[in-house]
């Protein structure tokens, strides 16, 4: 800025030297010549009076004085008049110059007057020329400085710092505050300044805003998401994806390999990236979890030079998995418990059917058996529906104010022919609480537990049915001395189908869903059973059923 003023001045400066001094020597050379020729003539006058008074030694010093010469032409001297011709001719009275000489003329009757003197115009102008420039340049410095404070101060100086404070639009924490400048055109870019900055902060915020809302949707999602270009630079990634990709680190732009190590996964982003196709697959986590990963690739857009990239999104489907898992077991186990007693069934009718039943009793044993098979047969079915309608409540409950030791009482006395034949001893402790809830399935629960007490207890061994009430569950124990549960079962006895011991099961008349139907009606309740076992030295399950109130 400033070398530009300099410039404007110094070009400005020599315009207006070299026209002021084309004006100051036209109107010098003017005024020069028009006051010579005022000076030539009051000296022609002075001449012609002293000649009157025949005063000729003055009149020579007054010529001398003037450094003026005098030539008298007679008109007659043809000689003369020739040799003055091209000064005097039809000149009657004037000035001239030629030749570095000036000349003035006055011609009388009989003669011409001549005056002369030697006369350097151009040695004269150059002398005035130089002095009117060193004039007009010693006014321009003078100018100049004044007007270089003066620009400095109102234009320079506010401009500065203006420009200081413009850096501060990069930080929304410091406000730009500008003076009361001189000029308005300055006062109107602080203004627009200050405007640009207030629009800043309000862009500024609304993005804050929006970030701050697409990080909280990313970070409360359930599903892992990462974002990250076609070099594999992650540049996105949530609380969910770090935590399943067992991630602590805020580092963002690293490459994958720093989150993640799994072959297939790594596999299948290259992949994505080469082909352009999206890619659907399952990956095992090492804490056992299944996680299904959708990897597509971007385009366009949201990277620098409009290059491309990968999102990836991490789905949680372990309990998916485990549903179809356990399907497909139940199917299987459907299929393999309803096969042995068909299979049965279809073998003794065929033998009755063919004859060959040596004697009633024994035609009579083959009937016991087809039909000790179709009830197991029809409770298979019945524990098989129960369970479906508990886990989609369909079931139909008729809640209402039950004796819990009633019930308990009521499943002593059934299940006596049992106890009596293994010579097991029942020990009821319950309390006298009453619950509402629905008298079947509370009925279902102690049996199904009783019963098994038995079944897997030892001969001359204990079922001991302990219930009472504290401020927040009904609590329901049910401990037996029998053959407990081995580690490695206790984690599955709640699974449909599955036995610790089948073979004893299957002779004990068991299905494999007692305990499943079990736990069914206690998360029906929105309770909670957990097993305590020894192997070898009985059992305890423990029963919390929240009070409603």
Partial sequence: MKKFIVKVYIIITLLILILSTITLISFNIADLMKNE?????????????????NLGNEINNILNKFNLKRKVINKDNTEIFE??????????????????VLYYVKEYD?????????????????????????????????????LKKYLYKNIILPLEEISKEIPKLKNKNKHI???????????????EIINIQNDLQNIGDMLKIEKNKIDYILDNMTEGFVLFDKNKNVFAINKMAKKILNYDKNNLGENILYYTQNIKLLENIDKALSTNQK????????????????????????????????IMLIIDVTAERESEKLKQEFFSNVSHELKTPITSIQGYAELLYNDFAISKEQEKEFLKIIQKESSNITNLIN????????????????????KIKTIVDEIINS????????????????????MFADYKKIHQLFNNL?????????TNGYVEINCYKDEKNINILIKDSGIGIPLVDRNRIFERFYRVEKGRSKALGGTGLGLSIVKHIVKYYNGKIKVKSTEGFGSEFIIKIPIIK
């Fill in 279 to 310: 890619s659907i697959f399952d990956i095992k986590t090492e804490d056992n979890k299944t996680y299904s990963i959708h990897i597509s690739k971007i385009q366009k857009g949201i990277f620098e030079n409009g290059i491309g990239g990968i």
């Fill in 110 to 146: 009989k003669n011409i007057i001549l005056l002369y003197k030697n006369f350097n115009l151009s040695q004269i102008l150059i002398r005035n020329g130089l002095t009117c420039i060193f004039i007009i340049l010693l006014i321009a410095i003078i100018l100049y400085i004044l």
């Fill in 83 to 100: 040799k003055y011709s091209n000064i005097v001719k039809n000149k009657k009275e004037s000035l001239s110059y030629d030749n570095k």
């Fill in 37 to 53: 020729e005022k000076t030539i003539i009051s000296i022609l006058n002075i001449i012609e009076n002293l000649q009157e008074n």
């Fill in 415 to 434: 299940t006596k022919p049992m106890c009596i034949e293994q010579n097991i001893n029942i020990i009821n402790k319950c309390e006298d609480i009453t």
């Fill in 177 to 191: 505050a500008f003076k009361n400048y001189k000029f308005e055109e300055i006062n109107c870019i602080c203004k």
């Fill in 450 to 458: 009783v019963v098994n007490a038995i079944k897997y207890n030892k």
């Fill in 383 to 402: 524990n098989i529906l129960t369970i479906s309608k508990l886990e989609n409540k369909e079931i139909e409950i008729n809640k209402s104010d039950i």
